[in-house]
Structure formats: structure tokens, C-alpha cells
């Protein structure tokens, strides 16, 4: 009975401990040993030093808090994600420690999601499927000394309200621990929606996109890092998102600006769609230049332009410099001037004051330098681009309409103009011409005979009265198409020609009248 007691007893210890997971240190050799079952069969807490080379996908449950996975042995142990749709290692618990592997295959090599916290250190995460670590859904990491390289997408992706160290383990570190983000076929680190980095310390180079992208509504602090040669900018700031780029002075390494030794081949630095950014550039650049702002979109995320508007309010612009009742209020809109240290040249302005709304066009403010030349240009159609000139004001005050280069106070592309002393002067030049004929006689008095003077006042103003002739009455040589207006110089034509033959016939009286005075002698 008592031998019966004690293998009863030896049977229930024993399935207690197979049944309850210990903690402590625990050893799995991958090359005959499953990482994952040894995680399933330890409890919270447990650190697995873990060699060899593990062919399969890790998931660190909620429940597998404080896990620790150290890579250990030579060469280094290598966790291959066989399961080309699922991360290579999924962290759901908290306060799990990745450390000492060469990460590959998989999805994403790390992913800490849901919650989950990770410190990720002095790994190499290498020709993933997709992303080399990816933070989301308010997960949270500390990632150090790290290689991260050749992975198809982003090297990092911070998204969707989580948050990451990287670089650093404590704001009382005086040393980076930075990361090498390298060659990774998107963009090297990128932050987005609703989501926060400190990113301190790092070498990011040779990315096809940006080195470090902020992006929808996120925010980064960027510092002491060296940002080189990557496919578009050092760093892209976009959708309304921010970044501190150190401080204004400090040798810290969360106050030293970013560095650029081998240009990025866009801009050093790129802001975009309402994005803010505060610090010190550093030496960042790019072929293009150090900085680049635009475009910029109010009530659009995708804006076309570098300022794009989409006001739901009709469309409506107000500016102003004051909101104060019953103040003059003016607004002015300029452009930076050919030469830089001039004053920048004036488009317009407009002001409101207590008796009268004034809007200025090319001038009328010290704040910039009048415009040598105003344009105004129209299309007939909805598609055409420059259109053409309609009207011209010139420095000199001349004015031309459907010509740029008026020679007369008031021109018209047909050579109308009035001249300097106020006189309109039609055009009249044979190469504007065409079908010219002799007006003939009988042509001439006919239409003088069928011309009506008559006095009259225009309605506009009944008081002026005038003499002429109305446009629907006049014979048909001198109306004109729509028979609502005349040419005095039609008219004068006309009176030119019934003149020209009445003095014929005056000189062939004369002459007539001599022969008759010598017969009478």
C-alpha cells in the first residue's frame, strides 16, 4: 500500500511539472530543438539562449511576458521564417527582448503589434519578405545596434499609434547605440499614422526611398544621425506631421543636427501638406538642395500644386491683417524680386477703411516694387494654356489692347491708337487692307444724298447734345455690320469724293466762264 502511495505521489509531481512552465535559463540548441515549443513550454520571465539555426516562426504570446531571446554561439544563430506570410518573430507580450540573431524570411522579420513592447538588439534583419521591423497598432520598441538592410519594403515602419525608441535605450544615454538601416528597397525608417519616434544616433544610407520618412499626423525627434545617399530625401515630412531636429545649440546626442556627407539624390530635407519642423539642418542636403518646402495642401491631403486649396465654403480666401471691428484692414500679396536684396515686386493689395475698399494692382505700396508691365490674357476655349495678351499697360503708362508692345498711349492691334496730343488716329496703312477699289461717283452721291442729319442728346447724359446721323438709317456704304455704331472717317470718304468731283465741275465752270468773258470783250 505504501509503494502504491509514494507512485502515486511520484506520478501527480510529475505531471506538475510537465504541466507548469519554469523560469529561468533555458538552453535550445535549433538544429535538433523547436524554439517555438520551448517558448509554449516556459513560462513568463524565461530567457532561452538559443543556437543553431531555426527554420520556423516565432509568436511571443500576451502571456510570455519578459521573454528573452539571446542569440548565442558561433556563427550566429539565425531565425528563418519559413512562413513567407506571417513575421518571422510576432511579439504580442510585453517586455520581450530579441537579441544576437541574424533575422530572414518571414513577412516582416520582427512585427511588435498589438500592445506588445520589445527591446531589439545588436541583431542583423536581412532579405525579409517585406519589412525589416514592423511596430504597430500601439506596440511600442526599443531598437539598437541593430543592421537592417536588403529587405524589399522599409527597413523600420513605426504605424497606426505606436511608438519607438531607435538608437537609444534611456534619455540619460550620453552614447548613441545606433542602428546601420541600409539598402532597403522602400524608405529606411518611416513613421506614420498617429504614431512617435525618438530617432538619435543611426547610419541610414542607400535606401531607395527617404532615409526617414514622417508621415499623417506623426511626430519624430531626429537627431545626430547620418543620413547619406538615399533614393529621395534625407528627410520627409508630410500630412500634417512634425519633427524636431534636435535643439538650437547642445552637443548632446539629442541636441547634435543631422549629418549628410554623400548627398541624398532629392532634398536634404523635403516638407509637405501642413507639416512643421523645428531645429538645426545640420550639414543634411541633397542633389537638389538642402530644403524643400511644398507642396502644400489646406482641406486636401494630395495636393497638385505647391500651395493647394480646397475651401468647402464656396471657395472663399479671406486675408486680412487684423480681426479687430471697425479697423483699417489691408492684405498684399508679393513676389521675391530678381535680385534679393531688393524689396520683393507687388501683385496687389487691398484695403478697407472707414469710407472707402481700395484694391491695388502692381503697385501702390512701399512694401514691394511696382510692376514694370501688367497683362491681362483670355482664351475662347475651357482647355486653352497662356491664352493671349488682351490687354497691356506698359511702365510707361501706355496702354495696348491685343498687343504687348504699344507705341502710343492707347493702341490697338489693329493700329488704331490715340496719339500722344489725344487724337484718335484710325488705322489706315495699306498691309492692314484688302479688295481696294476706286470709290466712284455715283456711289458717293448717292450716299450723300440719303445721309439724315439730325441733332440729338445720348440717354446716358440728356443734358450734351450732339449732331450726326443714326447708324439704322444710313445708306449701305458707310453702315457697318451690326448697324449700331459709324465711322466718321466712312463719312469723311464719302464727302472727300462728292467734293473732289464738285471742284472738278467748279474748274470746268471757270473754265467755260473765261472763254465767255473773252467772246463778250
Same mark, same amino acid.
Given at each position: 500500500?505504501?509503494? *502504491?502511495?509514494?507512485?502515486?505521489?511520484?506520478?501527480?509531481?510529475?505531471?506538475?511539472?510537465?504541466?507548469?512552465?519554469?523560469?529561468?535559463?533555458?538552453?535550445?540548441?535549433?538544429?535538433?530543438?523547436?524554439?517555438?515549443?520551448?517558448?509554449?513550454?516556459?513560462?513568463?520571465?524565461?530567457?532561452?539562449? *538559443?543556437? /543553431?539555426?531555426?527554420?520556423?516562426?516565432?509568436? %511571443?504570446?500576451?502571456?510570455?511576458?519578459?521573454?528573452?531571446?539571446?542569440?548565442?554561439?558561433?556563427?550566429?544563430?539565425?531565425?528563418?521564417?519559413?512562413?513567407?506570410?506571417?513575421?518571422?518573430?510576432?511579439?504580442?507580450?510585453?517586455?520581450?527582448?530579441?537579441?544576437?540573431?541574424?533575422?530572414?524570411?518571414?513577412?516582416?522579420?520582427?512585427?511588435?503589434?498589438? /500592445?506588445?513592447?520589445?527591446?531589439?538588439?545588436?541583431?542583423?534583419?536581412?532579405?525579409?519578405?517585406?519589412?525589416?521591423?514592423?511596430?504597430?497598432?500601439?506596440? !511600442?520598441?526599443?531598437?539598437?545596434?541593430?543592421?537592417? !538592410?536588403?529587405?524589399?519594403?522599409?527597413?523600420?515602419? %513605426?504605424?497606426?499609434?505606436?511608438?519607438?525608441?531607435? #538608437?537609444?535605450?534611456?534619455?540619460?544615454?550620453?552614447?548613441?547605440?545606433?542602428?546601420? %538601416?541600409?539598402?532597403?528597397?522602400?524608405?529606411?525608417?518611416?513613421? !506614420?499614422?498617429? +504614431?512617435?519616434?525618438?530617432?538619435?544616433?543611426?547610419?541610414?544610407?542607400?535606401?531607395? #526611398?527617404?532615409?526617414?520618412?514622417?508621415?499623417?499626423?506623426?511626430?519624430?525627434?531626429?537627431?545626430?544621425?547620418?543620413?547619406?545617399?538615399?533614393?529621395?530625401?534625407?528627410?520627409?515630412?508630410?500630412?500634417?506631421?512634425? @519633427? =524636431?531636429?534636435?535643439?538650437?545649440?547642445?552637443?548632446?546626442? =539629442?541636441?547634435?543636427? $543631422?549629418?549628410?556627407?554623400?548627398?541624398?539624390?532629392?532634398?536634404?530635407?523635403? +516638407?509637405?501638406? #501642413?507639416?512643421?519642423?523645428?531645429?538645426?539642418?545640420?550639414?543634411?542636403?541633397?542633389? +537638389?538642395?538642402?530644403?524643400?518646402?511644398?507642396?502644400?495642401?489646406? #482641406?486636401?491631403? !494630395?495636393?497638385?500644386?505647391?500651395?493647394?486649396?480646397?475651401?468647402?465654403?464656396?471657395?472663399?480666401?479671406?486675408?486680412?491683417?487684423?480681426?479687430?471691428?471697425?479697423?483699417?484692414?489691408?492684405?498684399?500679396?508679393? *513676389?521675391?524680386?530678381?535680385?534679393?536684396?531688393?524689396?520683393?515686386?507687388?501683385?496687389?493689395?487691398?484695403?478697407?477703411?472707414?469710407?472707402?475698399? =481700395?484694391?491695388?494692382?502692381?503697385?501702390?505700396?512701399?512694401?514691394? $516694387?511696382?510692376?514694370?508691365?501688367?497683362?491681362?490674357?483670355?482664351?475662347?476655349?475651357?482647355?486653352?494654356?497662356?491664352?493671349?495678351?488682351?490687354?497691356? %499697360?506698359?511702365?510707361? /503708362?501706355?496702354?495696348?489692347? /491685343?498687343?504687348?508692345?504699344?507705341?502710343?498711349?492707347?493702341?490697338?492691334?489693329?493700329?488704331?491708337? @490715340?496719339?500722344?496730343?489725344?487724337?484718335?488716329?484710325?488705322?489706315?496703312?495699306?498691309?492692314?487692307?484688302?479688295?481696294? &477699289?476706286?470709290?466712284?461717283? &455715283? &456711289?458717293?452721291?448717292?450716299?450723300?444724298?440719303?445721309?439724315?442729319?439730325?441733332?440729338?442728346?445720348?440717354?446716358?447724359?440728356?443734358?450734351?447734345?450732339?449732331?450726326?446721323?443714326?447708324?439704322?438709317?444710313?445708306? &449701305?456704304?458707310?453702315?457697318?455690320?451690326?448697324?449700331?455704331?459709324?465711322?466718321?472717317?466712312?463719312? @469723311?470718304?464719302?464727302?472727300?469724293?462728292?467734293?473732289?468731283?464738285?471742284?472738278?465741275?467748279?474748274?470746268?465752270?471757270?473754265?467755260?466762264?473765261?472763254?465767255?468773258?473773252?467772246?463778250?470783250?
Amino acid at each position: 500500500m505504501e509503494k *502504491v502511495k509514494i507512485i502515486c505521489g511520484l506520478v501527480v509531481i510529475g505531471m506538475l511539472l510537465w504541466v507548469t512552465p519554469s523560469i529561468g535559463q533555458v538552453s535550445v540548441d535549433c538544429s535538433g530543438q523547436s524554439l517555438q515549443t520551448a517558448i509554449n513550454n516556459n513560462a513568463a520571465g524565461t530567457t532561452f539562449n *538559443v543556437s /543553431g539555426t531555426c527554420n520556423e516562426n516565432i509568436v %511571443i504570446w500576451e502571456t510570455r511576458e519578459r521573454v528573452t531571446l539571446n542569440g548565442v554561439g558561433t556563427p550566429t544563430p539565425t531565425i528563418n521564417g519559413t512562413n513567407t506570410n506571417s513575421p518571422t518573430i510576432m511579439v504580442w507580450g510585453q517586455g520581450v527582448t530579441v537579441t544576437g540573431f541574424t533575422i530572414s524570411g518571414g513577412q516582416d522579420g520582427i512585427m511588435v503589434y498589438k /500592445g506588445g513592447t520589445a527591446t531589439i538588439n545588436g541583431n542583423t534583419i536581412q532579405y525579409i519578405g517585406r519589412v525589416g521591423i514592423n511596430v504597430i497598432l500601439n506596440g !511600442s520598441a526599443t531598437i539598437t545596434n541593430n543592421t537592417i !538592410s536588403n529587405n524589399p519594403s522599409a527597413g523600420i515602419i %513605426i504605424q497606426e499609434n505606436a511608438s519607438a525608441r531607435i #538608437g537609444f535605450s534611456s534619455t540619460s544615454d550620453t552614447v548613441a547605440s545606433g542602428n546601420t %538601416i541600409q539598402n532597403n528597397g522602400l524608405t529606411g525608417i518611416y513613421v !506614420s499614422y498617429l +504614431s512617435n519616434a525618438r530617432i538619435v544616433g543611426n547610419t541610414i544610407s542607400d535606401n531607395t #526611398g527617404s532615409g526617414i520618412a514622417v508621415l499623417k499626423l506623426s511626430q519624430a525627434d531626429i537627431s545626430d544621425n547620418d543620413i547619406n545617399h538615399n533614393g529621395l530625401n534625407g528627410i520627409t515630412v508630410d500630412a500634417n506631421s512634425a @519633427v =524636431f531636429l534636435g535643439e538650437l545649440s547642445g552637443d548632446t546626442i =539629442f541636441t547634435r543636427p $543631422n549629418d549628410t556627407t554623400v548627398n541624398n539624390l532629392a532634398w536634404g530635407l523635403r +516638407s509637405t501638406n #501642413g507639416s512643421y519642423i523645428y531645429g538645426r539642418l545640420g550639414t543634411l542636403n541633397g542633389v +537638389s538642395g538642402v530644403k524643400s518646402f511644398g507642396p502644400e495642401g489646406i #482641406g486636401t491631403m !494630395s495636393p497638385q500644386y505647391d500651395f493647394d486649396v480646397v475651401a468647402p465654403n464656396n471657395g472663399l480666401i479671406r486675408l486680412g491683417n487684423t480681426e479687430t471691428d471697425s479697423t483699417n484692414k489691408v492684405a498684399r500679396m508679393v *513676389v521675391r524680386h530678381y535680385n534679393n536684396a531688393e524689396e520683393p515686386v507687388y501683385l496687389f493689395g487691398a484695403a478697407s477703411t472707414s469710407t472707402n475698399n =481700395f484694391v491695388a494692382f502692381g503697385g501702390g505700396s512701399p512694401v514691394g $516694387n511696382a510692376a514694370t508691365q501688367l497683362d491681362l490674357f483670355t482664351a475662347e476655349t475651357t482647355t486653352t494654356p497662356v491664352g493671349s495678351p488682351r490687354i497691356t %499697360i506698359k511702365g510707361n /503708362g501706355y496702354v495696348g489692347i /491685343g498687343t504687348q508692345t504699344p507705341s502710343y498711349p492707347l493702341e490697338m492691334v489693329s493700329g488704331a491708337h @490715340v496719339t500722344a496730343g489725344g487724337v484718335w488716329t484710325d488705322a489706315s496703312s495699306r498691309e492692314y487692307k484688302d479688295n481696294i &477699289e476706286a470709290l466712284a461717283t &455715283e &456711289e458717293a452721291l448717292d450716299t450723300l444724298k440719303e445721309l439724315n442729319p439730325v441733332k440729338f442728346a445720348y440717354k446716358t447724359d440728356r443734358n450734351e447734345k450732339h449732331v450726326g446721323f443714326i447708324a439704322e438709317e444710313v445708306p &449701305e456704304l458707310i453702315a457697318t455690320k451690326d448697324r449700331k455704331g459709324l465711322s466718321a472717317m466712312d463719312i @469723311v470718304a464719302v464727302l472727300t469724293k462728292v467734293v473732289q468731283e464738285q471742284q472738278k465741275t467748279i474748274s470746268t465752270m471757270r473754265e467755260e466762264l473765261k472763254e465767255l468773258q473773252g467772246k463778250v470783250r
